[in-house]
C-alpha cells in the first residue's frame, strides 16, 4: 500500500538557518503530494502541495519539488524564524483514499 | 466560515463507556474523514467517507463506528472505551478526489481512565 516516509525529529535550528526535511514515498502512479503543518494545540494546515512529477508547491517561503524519480519531497525554506516552530507532515493523496501521513517532524527555532 | 468544527474539545471517559465525537462542515465537501493522533505515530486513518450515505474503515477501525447520513456531519462513535483509544481525534474533509487539500477540525483530545 502506500505510504510515506519522513526524517525523524526533532530538529533544531537557529534563527536563519536553512531548513530541510526529508520526505519520500511508496506509491503506484502518480498521487498527489503535501506539507502540512501543526502549531502547537492547533489542528493541521495546509502548507502546500504537488499534484504531478516536477511541479514546486510554495508557501509563506516553503518550497517543495515532486521528484518522480526519486519518489521524493522534500521540504526547505532558507531562513527560518522562532515563529516557524511546529510539527511538519509529508503525506500522500491517491485516487478516492484519503490522506496517508507521515509520522511528523518537530521543528524548533530558537532566537 | 467555520470550515470544520469539532465538538467537544475535551473529553474524560471512564473505560466502557460510550460516546460520540461530533464533526461538522459547512463547505459542502463530499470527502470526510477520522484520524487519530498519537506521540511517535504521525496520524492514523480511522474511518472515512467519500459521500453521504458511503463509509469504509481505515488503517486502525477496531472499537470505532460511523455513520454519513448527510454531507455536512460525520460522527465517530466509540462503543466501548478503551485505554488505548486516549488520543487527540481529528476530522477533516475534502472537496473531491486527490488534488485537493484537506481542510482539519481542531481537534478532540479524548482521554480514557
Known amino acids: 500500500g502506500n505510504s510515506v516516509t519522513q526524517m525523524e525529529g526533532p530538529v533544531t535550528l537557529s534563527e536563519e538557518a536553512f531548513l530541510t526535511i526529508n520526505c519520500t514515498y511508496t506509491a503506484t502512479g502518480y498521487p498527489s503530494l503535501f506539507w502540512y503543518v501543526q502549531y502547537p494545540g492547533e489542528g493541521l494546515q495546509l502548507l502546500l502541495k504537488a499534484t504531478k512529477a516536477d511541479d514546486k508547491g510554495s508557501n509563506k517561503g516553503f518550497e517543495a519539488t515532486y521528484r518522480k524519480e526519486t519518489t521524493s519531497f522534500h521540504l526547505e525554506k532558507g531562513s527560518v524564524q522562532v515563529s516557524d516552530s511546529a510539527v511538519y507532515f509529508c503525506a500522500l493523496s491517491q485516487g478516492n483514499t484519503p490522506l496517508v501521513f507521515g509520522k511528523g517532524t518537530r521543528l524548533s527555532v530558537i532566537a | 466560515n467555520a470550515g470544520v468544527t469539532q465538538t467537544p474539545k475535551f473529553q474524560v471517559l471512564k473505560t466502557g463507556q460510550s460516546m460520540t465525537l461530533q464533526c461538522a462542515q459547512d463547505?459542502?465537501?463530499?470527502?470526510m474523514s477520522w484520524y487519530r493522533q498519537d506521540p511517535g505515530m504521525g496520524l492514523r486513518l480511522i474511518h472515512y467517507s467519500v459521500g453521504a450515505g458511503i463509509t469504509d474503515q481505515g488503517e486502525v477501525p477496531n472499537g470505532y463506528n460511523v455513520s454519513r447520513s448527510t454531507t455536512e456531519d460525520f460522527p465517530l462513535r466509540l462503543l466501548s472505551a478503551a485505554p488505548s483509544q486516549t488520543s487527540v481525534y481529528f476530522c477533516a474533509s475534502s472537496e473531491g478526489r486527490n488534488n485537493y487539500g484537506y481542510t482539519f477540525g481542531s481537534g478532540t483530545r479524548l482521554t480514557v481512565v
Open positions: 463547505m459542502n465537501h463530499e470527502y
